[in-house]
């Protein structure tokens, strides 16, 4: 049993769609364009990979209509947010056999519990028609990164938080990620971003994007305020024996006046696509120019996520694949 690396082959990707104005008080419509737009892109007019665009009712999906391609499925399941990557399945692999882990969800430490968000996992499988494997503990999709070889990133902030799993401890959680994903090598990582409300997920601060390769963002700027963060886990993730490429990072980004966990990152790579967030940011080129780099058989396009970062992620978040048999 393996746990496919993201750049291997795709069947499918389910995508949420932002609908719920409670969720979204404000700019729900250029949330809705930026999901439709990143689902478009993926899609890539059919020759990408197929793609489910998921809509908690049938309002939401005619406007879902209303924004994707004809090649872009939409499909209706209910759920509280959209944050797909954290609720939905994480599919393995063993020959031509898939199984779905539905792992426990508690909102985010119980911050942003909503109805739908406990077993949208279990529904989405279940619309596939792959078998699921159920896990008592908690664990979301965004805390963890693997390179298909069995190697996984995480961060301690999140995967060992009391607001999870009480009491987990290191050695604990090391040996449920191996059982549930037939994982080799953990590298930990310490804190996530700052103002991240998933309390630090490895998918907003270093990724996989080669066997025993991670990227890792790299300041420009005085005032970023996740500088001792990303170099931290840059020097953690060197000596845990991985390969590390420096990013531009956004640097400081303020929504409101708040800090926002904005990041490169959270990137996804389809089939032939490979989708990075963009911000307004001065690095915003840069980051595609380096990513597009380290992916040279795939497009590499940037795409606005300014208003999907109100709700607190991005592309990657949004996204959970379905590996090929």
């Not at 902030?157 to 799993?165: D, G, I, K, T």
């Not at 690095?283 to 595609?288: H, I, S």
């Amino acid at each position: 049993m393996r746990w496919p690396a993201e750049w291997e082959p795709h069947e499918a990707v389910w995508i949420g769609f932002p609908g719920n104005p409670q969720e979204w008080p404000e700019q729900l419509a250029e949330a809705q364009h930026e999901v439709a737009a990143f689902a478009n892109a993926i899609c890539d007019d059919g020759e990408g990979e197929r793609v489910m665009l998921v809509c908690r009712d049938q309002k939401d999906a005619d406007r879902a209509v209303q924004l994707a391609h004809n090649h872009v499925e939409i499909q209706v399941e209910p759920f509280g947010d959209i944050w797909l990557r954290d609720t939905g399945p994480i599919i393995t692999v063993a020959g031509n056999v898939r199984k779905a882990h539905d792992f426990r969800f508690n909102g985010w430490g119980r911050k942003f519990q909503m109805a739908g968000d406990q077993d949208i996992g279990q529904r989405l499988a279940a619309s596939t028609e792959i078998a699921i494997t159920p896990h008592d503990w908690v664990l979301e999709g965004g805390a963890i990164d693997g390179d298909g070889a069995g190697y996984l990133v995480t961060t301690e902030q999140c995967v060992l938080n009391a607001n999870r799993n009480r009491d987990l401890t290191k050695d604990q959680a090391s040996k449920y990620l191996r059982q549930a994903l037939n994982i080799e090598n953990i590298c930990w990582l310490g804190d996530g971003l700052e103002a991240d409300h998933t309390d630090g997920h490895v998918d907003n601060l270093a990724r996989f994007v080669a066997v025993g390769t991670v990227v890792i963002p790299e300041v420009s700027d005085d005032d970023d305020p996740n500088g001792d963060i990303f170099d931290n886990a840059a020097r953690r993730a060197t000596t845990a024996g991985l390969d590390v490429v420096r990013i531009p990072s956004v640097g400081k980004y303020e929504i409101d006046g708040n800090i926002a966990p904005a990041s490169y990152m959270n990137f996804y790579i389809g089939n032939t696509v490979v989708a990075v967030p963009q911000y307004g940011a001065k690095a915003d080129g840069a980051a595609v120019e380096t990513l597009a780099e380290l992916f040279p058989e795939r497009k590499v396009v940037g795409l606005p996520s300014k208003a999907l970062l109100r709700g607190g992620g991005s592309f990657h978040c949004i996204s959970q694949q379905i590996p090929q048999r």
